[in-house]
């Protein structure tokens, strides 16, 4: 073996890769929020909409469940891209990652809602809440402590599933990195520091899920 | 008052209420007493429309409860609900338990509500568990919490299911006690029960159901004392 490892014009990107971690960061974190809120919506419908609200929410359910994801990124991109509709690779990547969250998440959250006796809602609606009240303030933040650590998964796979944005010319870190070394041709140089960033990135959210659950779930 | 006529109540093939007549005027304590799967707990629910009616009409305070313009959420705060498995809100503190609903159902300033829950938590004995959560609480505790959640609604009406029947004996006394205290202070309540005593020493009226219609309905003394009804009697003499 005769490969000889140049490291200097990595350390010389590094700040532009770390800012890139940024992106990345930025865009899972998003994903995760809109797709959490998705997620409950398409929960709450596939369990007690109407017919077609239901059919809405197993639908999206099964295709961000059992397609890769790499097809529900391209249909953002080059699907609607060949109905006249251009989103930015930021959009098509934000828009990708939310839609595959929100399928996952949904059923994580429905299992969540199964878990919560009945009696619950009877008692909030006994008390006079409406509906969504009894929603928002009885059963939904004993569902989030319930599916918290299966949401933590899920922002870990967001992190890694940003990936892909690489394919769709979004420059966040991996497409950032690919950017780097086609240039310099030190792919393994650039994509081995590359891992190190997403290992620090998961293992901060990994930690910051932690702390955050310390102080939430006192009870 | 509270006015319930000719109701019928079917979960699917199975008719639980069979043609319900019954009045409960203000101030008094009815107990509902009856085998399991007589439809008593039914009853309850159909009262503030936790379950939908099947025929009949329910009125509380003259207002149709089942009525399709009726706003239910606001006719609930009238009727202060305990249910058999105690339902405290496990994410929140006993303090918060009570003060949520005052807040957002009755539209008080936080500050309001808070005084009113540390009140009515006072009031049934919970004083020193003001920031406990629930899970630090025993079930009579739990239950005495659920009282004073109802209460701090301020509710017309207490309707209790099988309040005490999920709990440990011991635990059961304090939780006819809190109960009694309400009785004593005016209170209405309708209380489905399987305490013979506390149906015999505190209540203004007893109803035996009996296979989803009320069989016999009376003051204590004369249901415990001389029942008229054969179905009452073997009841009675079952539960003794």
């Known amino acids: 073996m005769d490969y000889n490892f140049h490291w200097r014009p990595v350390f010389r990107d590094l700040p532009d890769l770390v800012e890139a971690g940024f992106v990345t960061l930025q865009v899972a974190v998003l994903s995760m929020l809109i797709g959490m809120a998705c997620g409950i919506v398409l929960a709450i419908m596939r369990m007690h909409g109407s017919a077609p609200l239901r059919w809405v929410a197993v639908s999206w359910i099964e295709l961000a469940r059992n397609t890769p994801a790499l097809f529900q990124l391209f249909f953002f991109g080059f699907g609607l891209g060949a109905f006249g509709l251009h989103l930015s690779p930021f959009l098509i990547v934000l828009c990708g990652l939310t839609f595959n969250n929100a399928g996952y998440l949904a059923e994580n959250f429905r299992g969540g809602f199964q878990a919560i006796p009945e009696t619950q809602m009877r008692a909030a609606r006994s008390l006079g809440m409406t509906a969504a009240q009894a929603y928002i303030r009885i059963i939904i933040p004993q569902v989030l402590r319930l599916v918290y650590h299966p949401m933590t998964n899920q922002m870990v796979w967001a992190v890694l599933m940003s990936s892909l944005g690489m394919l769709v010319g979004f420059r966040e870190l991996s497409g950032e990195t690919q950017f780097f070394a086609s240039r310099t041709f030190r792919i393994f140089e650039y994509f081995a520091v590359t891992a190190v960033i997403y290992y620090v990135i998961v293992k901060f959210i990994l930690g910051s899920s932690r702390l955050l659950a310390f102080r939430l779930f006192r009870y | 008052m509270i006015e319930v006529s000719e109701l019928h109540k079917r979960f699917k093939d199975l008719h639980v209420l069979k043609g319900i007549n019954l009045v409960v005027e203000k101030g008094v304590v009815l107990s509902i007493v009856g085998a399991s799967g007589s439809g008593k707990s039914t009853l309850l629910y159909c009262i503030n429309a936790l379950e939908a009616i099947d025929s009949g009409t329910i009125t509380v305070d003259g207002e149709d409860v089942h009525a399709k313009g009726t706003d239910i959420n606001r006719l609930r705060r009238k009727l202060g609900m305990v249910f058999q498995q105690w339902n405290s809100f496990p994410h929140l503190t006993a303090l918060e338990n009570v003060a949520l609903s005052p807040r957002i159902v009755r539209k008080l300033s936080r500050a309001e509500s808070r005084d009113i829950a540390a009140k009515q938590l006072e009031h049934v004995g919970l004083g020193d568990k003001l920031n406990s959560y629930p899970s630090a609480l025993s079930g009579g505790q739990q239950q005495r919490l659920a ?29 006819l006690d809190t109960m009694r205290l309400l009785a004593e202070e005016g209170m209405t309540m309708i209380c489905v029960t399987h305490e013979m005593g506390f149906a015999r020493d505190v209540s203004d009226r007893v109803a035996y159901v009996h296979d989803g219609t009320i069989e016999e309905i009376g003051p204590p003394e004369q249901i415990f004392g001389d029942p008229q009804s054969d179905n009452t009697r073997r009841f009675l003499a079952k539960v003794r």
């Open chain 2, 147 to 175: 009282i004073a959640r109802a209460l701090a609604m301020e509710p017309s009406y207490m309707l209790f299911d099988e309040a005490t029947s999920a709990l440990d004996p011991e635990l059961v006394g304090e939780v």
